[in-house]
Structure formats: structure tokens, C-alpha cells
């Protein structure tokens, strides 16, 4: 469990959070320039907040008297870009996440995060020799090999098209679902943060609320936003798709709910926003 109380000021902005951050992906979600990254880059040690603490399962990470460095806090990060070497293999980019690990603590294994990830087939390559979206895969598997106990990503789709965006969700769903790792996810994308979140945290001019269910969160900031008309999210699951008529079939509490053509496998679980 990731405990923060800070204040921390740079220039004319301020930012203020007081939260308690449990399993599953928590998303940091608001406008650009809310303090988004500030937070994580907090979380991750890159930051020491002028006010404040910072504990991750009763590890003090940062006080008024401590202050732990970031490769002594056991994060993975991943950026808005891949930032990889330009100089190593994916094999070596790979590798680099446990370089600092003793052998007793590395948790994680090589096939299956190359197989998880679909990049089995790139370990020989540079990264000058890989599309966008491969860059990024490569860059959640280099955090994961580091057998993080939290996973930091700040805006990992927003230098990607729609394209490759769909290529790389289900990957982050994997990860979210079959590691057991707490992940910060910052994003300002309504339609992200609807599909991966179990939490969501909000940002207004510098202040983080308290956390929230992500539909209620969503509908609220969404609409007052003007991001969405007035509606609701629910949960649902894919139940077939109708391949004549270009529809996605999908089960909710309510009912039967038919969508436009998705890719998403059967037994997939989705949030959809309903107008009203």
C-alpha cells in the first residue's frame, strides 16, 4: 500500500496530496499541468517534496528526516517515450531492468515477459529498427524485468496513434491483471483511463482528491469537463461479436448491450459510457 501526505511547491505551482493507493491500477487522472507527473516523479524518488511523507508498505521512502533514492525503492518506470538504448539490443535493454537486483530478490522471468509482451521475435534488434509501439513494449518489459514492487507509468500511449494505442492496451491489461504488481497510471484520456483503471485520482490546479470508483470518477470530471454529454459508466463483458452487421455484443447487469465492432476476445471485461 503506497501512503503519501505532501506538499510541494515549483515556482508559482503548488501541489498538495493526501492519499492512500492500494492493489490494482490506480490512474492519476486531470488536465496537463494538474501535477500529475510531479506526484509520481515524487513517488518515484526523482522529486523530494519540500513538505510531506511518502511510505510503500510501511517503508518510510521520504520524511522530514529520511529521504531513500530512487534505485533503493524498487520501481519500475515507464515514459511518454520508450527512452531505450540507442546502443543495445532489446535482449540488453531487457537485462539492464535486473542489473541492480541481488539474484535472491529477481522475481521475474525473461520468456514470459517477451512472450506476455509479443517481443520474442525482437530480442536481437536495435531500437532504431523498431516501430513506436514495439519501443514501448520493450520499455514495460525492461521495467518489469527490474521485479518492481510498483510500476510507474506516466502517459506511456500518448506519443502513439489509435492504432497502435489498441495494439498496446491489452498488454497493459495483462500486466495489470497477471503481475500483482500496484501500478500509478498518469493519463489524461477519458477512454484509457476507462478501460485500465480499478481507481481513479483527480487533479484540479495542483490538488489530488481522494480516490475514487472509476465511473464515478470519469462520469464526473468527464462532464464537467465537457469531455462527455451527461451518462454513466457500467461494467460489462464481451459476449460475441456479429460479424455482418459490424457489432460487438456485451453482457452488463442490465442487460445485453450492443457496441461497434471491437477486437477485444470474448470473456473480455469493458466499461461502457451509456448517455442520458
Do not use: C
Not at 59 to 83: C, D, K
Not at 103 to 127: H, K, M, N, V, Y
Amino acid at each position: 500500500m503506497l501512503e503519501l501526505s505532501i506538499r510541494h511547491r515549483q515556482g508559482d505551482f503548488t501541489l498538495e496530496a493526501d492519499l492512500v493507493l492500494g492493489e490494482g491500477l490506480t490512474a492519476l487522472f486531470g488536465a496537463s499541468g494538474s501535477g500529475k507527473t510531479t506526484l509520481i516523479n515524487i513517488v518515484a524518488g526523482l522529486i523530494r517534496p519540500e513538505a510531506g511523507h511518502v511510505s510503500f508498505n510501511g517503508e518510510t521512502w521520504s520524511n522530514a528526516s529520511t529521504f531513500l533514492p530512487p534505485h533503493r525503492r524498487r520501481i519500475g518506470y515507464v515514459f511518454q517515450e520508450g527512452r531505450l538504448f540507442p546502443h543495445q539490443t532489446v535482449l540488453q535493454n531487457l537485462r539492464y531492468g535486473e542489473r541492480l537486483l541481488p539474484r535472491a530478490q529477481r522475481r521475474e522471468d525473461l520468456d514470459r515477459i517477451t512472450s506476455l509482451l509479443g517481443i520474442s521475435d525482437l530480442l536481437d534488434r536495435r531500437p532504431s529498427h523498431l516501430s513506436g509501439g514495439e519501443k514501448q513494449r520493450v520499455a514495460l518489459g525492461r521495467a518489469l524485468m527490474a521485479s518492481p514492487k510498483l510500476l510507474l507509468m506516466d502517459e506511456p500511449l500518448s506519443a502513439l496513434d489509435n492504432a497502435l494505442k489498441a495494439q498496446i492496451l491489452p498488454y497493459i491489461e495483462r500486466i495489470r491483471d497477471e503481475f500483482g504488481v500496484p501500478i500509478l497510471y498518469v493519463s489524461h484520456s477519458v477512454e484509457e483511463v476507462a478501460r485500465l483503471a480499478t481507481a481513479v485520482v483527480t487533479f484540479d490546479a495542483g490538488r489530488a482528491t481522494a480516490v475514487g470508483r472509476p465511473d464515478e470518477a470519469l462520469a464526473t470530471v468527464a462532464q464537467a469537463s465537457g469531455d462527455l454529454p451527461a451518462g454513466n459508466f457500467i461494467e460489462a463483458e464481451i459476449t460475441g461479436h456479429h460479424e455482418d452487421d459490424g457489432l460487438t455484443e456485451a453482457l452488463s447487469l442490465a442487460g445485453p448491450i450492443l457496441l461497434r465492432r471491437s477486437s477485444l476476445a470474448t470473456g473480455t471485461r469493458v466499461r461502457v459510457f451509456v448517455p442520458v
